[in-house]
């Protein structure tokens, strides 16, 4: 398909004596702006507003390393054995537990424990999507995601947002096109909370009418929900799954509620789809690590997890406070942003003319680092857009770096 039919004579690329073996495939996998400056960007004098590495903040590290000795001395011979594909079934239970926060009432059977919801986007996508078929997902969309879309070689076909989130009569106009066009939908992707990158919230008042379109029009729903405990006025928001169980896909995580480094997520499908999640699971890893998920649900069993999130809240809400006043303050005309009221992401649009992918490499050299919008995008749209991560450096360290992009900004309207 995208494959040269002849050996390239020249470039970066004819120096991989391997090129003509990959995989079609492959031709969709490119490594994100921010990992080829990953090493500059990553240096302690750069203010990195660019990924969204959680903020471990308050764990308990005393007694969670007293739970997980504790565990290996007493469950090690089943801690650190294979496990089954499905998941831990006591795991299973307790994510039912903390999806009912949502309004989601579900059977622990039909949870499958993936490692991370980005392992459950790559499995979802594995078991629905043929080359050529048609993913539908807001515009700006999850880079993670995206990646997952373009590897399975599925087109993304962007619906853009307002300031409540996706817009039910531009997802009709979506749905209609493609028709028009011959393709065929396979799902809507979307992150109905606190959007990444976007930052935005899907309306309650949209989100049956949302429902409603891709009920009627044949579309499952895959609903990619990591933030959703983590809004800042305490508010949590009835998943899209809570009122069609049938025709939604959940994906959720313990990445941003407890620890990301333990890789433990979920997706929650009818029962007809986990089945072939189980399978795509078993294939691709066996089984998820038995010991992250024993620590995961020794952690939710033995330790105050809600009180965690709410410490969570509290300090991603100064963090954002900080971002937002910082951007009030220091911005240039012709910039605007929103207030996220959860999650890690403020999504900035610059005065015209300025690119904020070639704009990158001077950041780094003012040492502030952000994600340039284009990488959100499947269609090459969002060169006037960038996103910051407010979620991992301090407060001080926020409005520094923001103070140092917006400089750089300003350098560039006056170029
Ligand atoms: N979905 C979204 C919207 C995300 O922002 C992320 C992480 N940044 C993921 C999925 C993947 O999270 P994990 O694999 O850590 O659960």
Redesign the pocket.
């Given at each position: 398909m995208n494959l040269p039919d002849q050996p390239p004579k020249q470039g970066a690329r004819s120096l991989d004596p391997h090129l003509r073996r990959y995989a079609a495939r492959t031709a969709g996998m490119t490594a994100s702006e921010i990992r080829a400056l990953f090493a500059v960007a990553s240096r302690p004098e750069v203010v990195s507003l660019a990924g969204?590495m959680p903020h471990l903040a308050a764990l308990p590290l005393d007694s969670l390393s007293a739970e997980v000795g504790d565990l290996i001395a007493t469950e090690g011979l089943v801690a650190l054995q294979y496990g089954s594909a499905h998941g831990v079934p006591e795991l299973r239970e307790q994510i039912c537990e903390v999806m009912a926060l949502e309004g989601i009432k579900a059977h622990p059977d039909d949870v499958v424990v993936?490692?991370?919801?980005?392992?459950?986007?790559d499995m979802v996508t594995r078991i629905f999507c043929d080359p050529g078929d048609v993913v539908l997902a807001e515009g700006p969309s999850?880079v993670?995601?995206l990646g997952s879309f373009a590897a399975y070689q599925a087109q993304v076909v962007h619906v853009a947002m307002d300031a409540d989130g996706l817009v039910p009569e531009n997802l009709r106009e979506a749905i209609a096109a493609v028709g028009r066009a011959g393709r065929r939908i396979k799902f809507l992707y979307t992150?109905p909370n606190f959007?990444?990158p976007a930052g935005v919230t899907l309306a309650v008042q949209r989100r049956a009418e949302v429902l409603e379109i891709c009920r009627a029009h044949g579309i499952l729903v895959v609903e990619?929900n990591?933030?959703g405990l983590l809004g800042f006025d305490g508010v949590t928001y009835p998943a899209l799954r809570s009122t069609d169980p049938d025709n939604v896909v959940y994906?959720g995580?313990?990445?941003?509620t407890f620890a990301?480094g333990l890789?433990?997520?979920w997706v929650l499908a009818p029962h007809a789809v986990r089945e072939k999640l189980v399978l795509a699971a078993e294939s691709a890893t066996l089984c998820p690590p038995t010991l992250n998920q024993m620590i995961v649900s020794r952690y939710l069993a033995t330790q105050d997890w809600k009180g965690q999130i709410k410490t969570y809240r509290e300090a991603y809400r100064e963090r954002r406070d900080a971002a937002i006043s910082a951007l009030e303050q220091h911005m240039p005309l012709g910039s605007t942003w929103n207030k996220p009221s959860g999650g890690?992401y403020v999504w900035i649009t610059v005065p015209e003319g300025i690119d904020t992918k070639a704009m990158l490499p001077r950041a780094v050299t003012q040492r502030v680092a952000y994600a340039s919008g284009t990488g959100f995008y499947a269609d090459g749209l969002g060169s006037r857009q960038l996103r910051i991560s407010y979620c991992y450096p301090t407060p001080e360290r926020i409005r520094e770096g923001v103070r140092r992009l917006a400089n750089v900004i300003k350098d560039e309207v006056e170029l």
């Open positions: 969204g993936t490692v991370g919801s980005q392992m459950g986007l999850y993670g995601a992150i959007h990444n990619d990591p933030y994906l995580s313990f990445s941003k990301a890789r433990v997520g890690f």
